[in-house]
């Protein structure tokens, strides 16, 4: 058992529901207790789909577990397929349904559907929603495509986005455009928008474009075992990703990597002297494997940010972005427990985050803003206008998104120099955060100001109490006390970075077992971390 308020992931027969609701002419029937259709709404009401997912559920109840649920999974199943005609089906079953093992995929056998019928099993206890959508992909692609001729023509196949992708449908545009600019034809693109028959051509095309490893790495490796289409490891989201899948993809395919950088704003955006502030701004960024492996070049090699923590989710991937921290001197956070990410961005202290929509809550308690780079992501960011992550429009967007959050240059200047000005002053916050600015880092100890004002002594770490009860016992950041005047010139110090100051400083002076801090602990701190 596990206490749990927040799940990155649901459970992998969701992520079966995301390969079928990309799909056309493809059915589900999902064996699940009655309440289960509340994934609809996650299509219906955060994509905004305007169709129901293509789902049957056989909506068993309480009083039909002493009865013959497997007779209703049949009955289910039929009436289904009757109903919809699909050219194929997948069976499966939730949480729920696999206690009671009644094996949809073979009561489906015994009966006379005549279209492919691919069961799934989905471990629903040890895995999740991506796992979900891989081996769903995997499994039809397994039942559906066959060795078939080659195109004359070189054309590609682009395989992973689906339903409740993050900027899937976008993503798509841009790398048909890139393909079409070497000359590069589309032989299919699955699941989104595929029918199971044209997932029987998947084997004509002469490369596979893995857009998202999440959700079609396996389903990559087999096609290359079996029908020798080689795929793509670059994923390009970023500039210099961008470049570097296009050299991957002319190699392969034997033609000129050709570009169109015409529409490529974001390299002079980044270096244009406006950009200037940007450079070495904290950044932690959390979200799946890829996006998170992308997005930490994008920040170092890009934007000039300093990566000072990243993690993922998804434990398919921890040894690759285990191997990315190490790249970056940074231990990488693996988990799917947000509280162990809230505390890990509350120690790393960021200037900014690049996460999901966790992070997004997770930044407003700390009051550090937040852009959003991955799944699982709410309903603003399936956005009406195009909005890729992909290609050149999508390091123009990426740039675009990022940078929005922060303070603007000039802004950083002015909360800085005037502290105590009536509309600059720290808790103001950000202009463009309007009344709803978070709370800056450290405002807590704003209270304390008149305090130290007044030549008191004052603790502003740990437990609040009064002056006269301090006894430092130890040597930890809990028992430190901060000297009026090292308060005040702590207060000098700009907010965005003022709760970093505050943690080097204590751990510093703990270091040296020192529980008083004073101006001269804290400027010998910061020359002590600036060398
Ligand atoms: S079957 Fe699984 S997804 Fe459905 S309600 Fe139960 S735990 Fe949730």
Redesign the pocket.
Known sequence: MKLTVWTYE??P??GAMRVATAMKGLHYVLH??Q??T??DLLFTMIERRNHRPPVTYTTFEGRDLGEDTAGIFKKTCQEAYDRFRPQALIVGA????ELIQDDPGGLAETMDIPVPVVALELP?YQRKENFGTDETFYQLVKALAGPVEKTPEVTANLIGPLALGFRHRDDIEEVKGLLYEMGIGINVVAPFDATPQDMTRLGAAHVNILMYPEHAETAARHMERTLGIPYTKTVPIGVGATHDFVAEVARICGVQPKKDLSRLRQPWWSKSVDSTYLTGKRVFLFGDATHVTTAARIARDEMGFEVVGLGCYNREFARSVRALGKEFGVEALITDDYLEVEKAIEDAAPEMILGTQMERHIGKRLGIPCAVISAPVHVQDFPARYSPQMGWEGANVIFDTWIHPLVMGLEEHLLAMFREDFEFHDEAGPSHHGGHAPKPVGAEQAGLAADAEAGAEVRISGKMKDAEEEVPTGTGSDVMVWLADAERELKKIPFFVRGKAKRNTEKFAAERGVTEISVDTLYEAKAHFAR
């Open positions: 649901g459970p027969h969701v699940a207790p309440g289960d509340y994934a939730s949480c729920t349904a629903s």
